[in-house]
């Protein structure tokens, strides 16, 4: 087995670690296989793209709620190919698959993060391959609060199919702000000192006497 992640980066940007891609080893299962001849339809396929809040293992996942993270955190999906050819040369089984990715604003076209290769998954194993999965990390620093739209193409190296491709949502919102009580009191201006002392002289004793207080002990 060989795992590949490659880095994304800012389009005509910097270049700066974006996009991280990853794929585990399917589980030694031939009956779950998911290039099983039952299925009707042969052509390369995925599950859709799930944002999640985290990723345990095959369909052990954590659904991130609404979709939605800052741009201090980073965008983790989750995905299964489907019907991916497996290679047979002598023995041996052979699986390769390859991803590209790119962010974009919801409904526009203009690309803000884009990486061609951001996943190279090559699997080689003596037994019939099962199922496996997909997630990418994708750092969105950077991004400003709205909604956005990653879009994925999966590739087969052993399959004459057209590369598929899906599109999941996520929304960016503002990071939490500090408490507005504590903003208020540290908005207040501060009287220097001797502005303090002058004030005081010009309260005669005789008001300060007559002003009513209640005391705080019991």
Not at 31 to 43: A, R, Y
Not at 101 to 130: C, H, N, S
Request: aromatic share 6%.
């Amino acid at each position: 087995m060989r795992i590949l992640p490659a880095f994304a980066a800012w389009v005509a940007a910097c270049l700066l670690p974006l996009s991280l891609g990853h794929a585990d080893p399917p589980p030694a299962d031939p009956k779950s296989s998911p290039s099983s001849p039952s299925e009707n339809d042969d052509l390369l396929a995925m599950t859709p793209g799930i944002v999640c809040r985290s990723i345990n293992g095959y369909e052990d996942y954590e659904v991130l709620p609404n979709a939605a993270l800052t741009s201090e955190e980073k965008l983790l999906v989750y995905f299964r190919p489907h019907r991916y050819a497996v290679d047979r040369s002598g023995d041996g089984y052979h699986i390769h698959l390859t991803q590209m990715g790119q962010v974009r604003k919801r409904g526009e076209k203009a690309v803000l993060l884009r990486k061609e290769k951001m996943l190279e998954y090559e699997w080689k194993g003596t037994k019939p391959p099962g199922p496996l999965y997909l997630r990418n990390t994708v750092a969105l620093k950077g991004l400003k609060p709205g909604e956005y739209e990653f879009d994925i193409t999966l590739r087969d190296k052993f399959s004459k199919d057209p590369a598929v491709t899906q599109t999941v949502q996520f929304r960016i919102i503002p990071l939490a702000q500090p408490d507005s009580g504590e903003d208020a009191n540290a908005s207040q201006p501060q009287s220097s000192p001797r502005e303090t002392k002058k004030k005081a002289r010009r309260v005669s004793p005789s008001r300060l006497k007559s002003t009513p207080r209640r005391s705080s002990k019991s």
